[in-house]
């Protein structure tokens, strides 16, 4: 770990054992363990490059008071498509805050995501039929849910399910997920723990999280745990399918460590100018997701420059509508977050509404309504 002026700076590890398929000049590599065949490059170059404009829309909105807050995916969009799109579609995900691109994947629409983060709705869509869990804000909380849901589908004999459940670096800090990771390996759960590590818990260093590289975490607990260029989409694709395939087959749970950087900040409510320094993100830059395979595709001649303005028109296009959207949707409703507590009313439930409701009015006409 290196400091200056009270500022941490990461190092990238030269690790033997990190999976890369594709490297950071758009050069397709090979690995014996993870061959590709039919994998469309295209098709995830396009996912990207919507999902990013997606994301800068949103922070804009965030910006403009459209939104309360936003988390960002910037720099981390190989790792959620790549992993997202090696699902099957009976797989189950159980996401954090910020999987936008796995919630792309899996059908979720964009305006959705946007609701939440404006406060006009917990999650609007029905998990089950887009085999995609609603949000979980509160840290590590999800890997619970997910060992639990994967048991679940385990006692039923499903065979050709399996589950993936995302959360980042500062999270295996938590004690959910060191408990979701005994659980998972006792009973031999078919569950895929799915680790972005961005390097930083909010304004904590990976190096105050951990002493060792976190997949090797997996050792301990009694299952396999690999780690990847979190920013090489194909390497990404290549190990979660993997991973998933052996869920499924009955080899238990697998720790996936996607080496990944946070270009942005933690939320809209963080300023990361005050704990990491600007080479580090310069760095970074420099190993963008989407800029390698867009290099890769045009070295290996598979992209023509119109497939790229077509792209590009695209997103523009898809920006515009979650743009618009969000700007016509109604107003936050505080209120609404007794509507869906219980089935029905009861006595504790309406003394604590009542009481909300006072103190939203206490500033001023209409502010709690």
Known sequence: ??????VVTTVVPQDTELIQLLTPEGERTGHPDYPLDDVDLKGLYRDMVLVRRIDTEA??????GELGIWASLLGQEA???GSGRALSPKDMAFPTYREHGVAWCRGVDPVKLLELY???????????????????????????HATGYAMGIQRDGADDEAVIVYFGDGATSQGDVNEAFIWASVFNAPVVFFCQNNQWAISEPLERQSRIPLYQRARGFGFPGVRVDGNDVLAC????????????????????????????AHTTTDDPTRYRL???LETWKLRDPIERVKSYLIRSGQAEPSFFDEIDAEAKRVGGRVR???????DPAPMALFDHVYAGQNRILAGERQRYAEYLDSFGEGAGR
């Open 1 to 6: 770990m290196t400091v200056e002026t009270g």
């Open 59 to 64: 922070i804009s909105l965030q910006r403009q």
């Open 79 to 81: 790792a959620q498509i």
């Open 118 to 144: 404006r406060g006009v709705s917990h999650g609007g869509w029905n998990p089950e039929e887009h085999k995609f869990q609603l949000y979980t804000i509160v840290i590590g909380a999800q890997t619970l």
């Open 237 to 264: 694709y290549a190990v979660t399918r993997k991973a998933l395939r052996a869920a499924r087959e009955g080899q238990g749970p697998t720790l996936i460590e996607a080496f990944t950087y946070r270009m942005g």
């Open 278 to 280: 600007a080479s580090e």
């Open 324 to 330: 618009e959207a969000c700007r016509t949707m109604p």
